[in-house]
């Protein structure tokens, strides 16, 4: 049986000068997997040399393929037997969602002399969307920003054993000790997906009494007036509601000859929300055109547009995400 995988990451082991890229993949991969997704990464898994018994399977069953993009990543994908050009035509096959990164921003571009099988990559309007993640001290953040924007956002619910392996062995000792002595006591049992932290607070609050809290009796003028200021504020508060709702019509007439003639009357109300429902669409449409412009890599004029939504008080889902994206990507 195949095993299944979150995510696969396909990147070209040696540039053209000779120079490694299997830290900067390995990074990475350890970074995924202490957020609890499961990675097929090859140097890890590929320890016996049959690469093609693991690798294709491996992309057929995860949910996204991260492509590794150095300086040289596609450099020899014109040849038909280049495993990174075999990793990509596979997932692009399968149908898996690819997911572009470029370590501290080294790549320039998808090359024109693309192979035919691989032209989906670069597409319409700049291609797909090119993320950096930057190897100092922002990237995990950058990690987490790559999460919430291309994968869905969060991390994946760890059992206990992912969360002692992910200590290392001096922190799964230590953490594993105290689980066998919270399991050993009373019998109780711990639930697999429940924080260590969790514990340790339940068990302290059966210990430590709850402390008696004394209570002041107010005086009763006080109480008298803080009762007829609380009436009144309720009577102003419906009173506000009644003039809300309530919309004054005036119909003027205007003398003509003798004759009558009724002016329609102007709601006012129903003029303001047009005009907010006017800046509100306009305001969709420049975010979106910001988007596109984020997608194409064209990071300076979309972050522009994004403070210029941010200063006029617009409020979009992912709007401070963006920025800070773009601030990001621009510092690369």
Known sequence: MEEK???????????????????????????LRARGYSVFFDFEECTDGYFSNKILPAIRTCNYFLLVLTKDALLRCSSKGDWVRREIE?????????????PDGVFAG?????????????????????????????????????????????????????????????????????????????????????????????DTTQVVPPQPVETVKPEPEKSVVEANQKKQKKERVKEDAVKSVKVEKEEPKVE??????????????????????????QANREFNRAKKLFNAGQ??????????????????DGLDVYIQTCRNNLKG
């Open 5 to 31: 995988y979150d995510i696969f990451i396909s990147y070209r082991r040696k540039e053209g000068n000779g120079q490694s890229n299997v830290d900067k993949a390995r990074s990475i991969y350890y970074e």
């Open 90 to 102: 596979e997932a692009i096959r399968c149908g898996r969602k690819i997911i572009p990164v470029s």
């Open 110 to 202: 998808w090359p024109e002399d693309l192979p035919e099988s691989l032209l989906p990559l670069a597409g319409e309007d700049g291609g797909l969307q090119v993320t950096t993640i930057h190897t100092d001290s922002s990237f995990k953040s950058d990690i987490g920003l790559l999460i919430d924007l291309r994968m869905g956002g969060g991390n994946k619910g760890k059992t206990v054993k992912k969360y002692l392996m992910s200590m290392g062995i001096p922190g799964a000792l230590v953490v594993g000790g105290l689980l066998a002595f919270f399991l050993s006591r009373e019998g109780s049992e711990i639930d697999a997906g429940a924080g260590i932290a969790d514990t340790i607070v339940q």
């Open 256 to 281: 003509a000859v003798g004759v009558k003639v009724a002016v329609p009357p102007v709601d006012e109300q129903i003029v303001a929300c047009e005009a907010n429902r006017e800046k509100d669409q």
């Open 299 to 316: 990071y300076k004029r979309a972050l522009e547009i994004f403070e210029s939504l941010k200063r006029d008080g617009v409020s979009m």
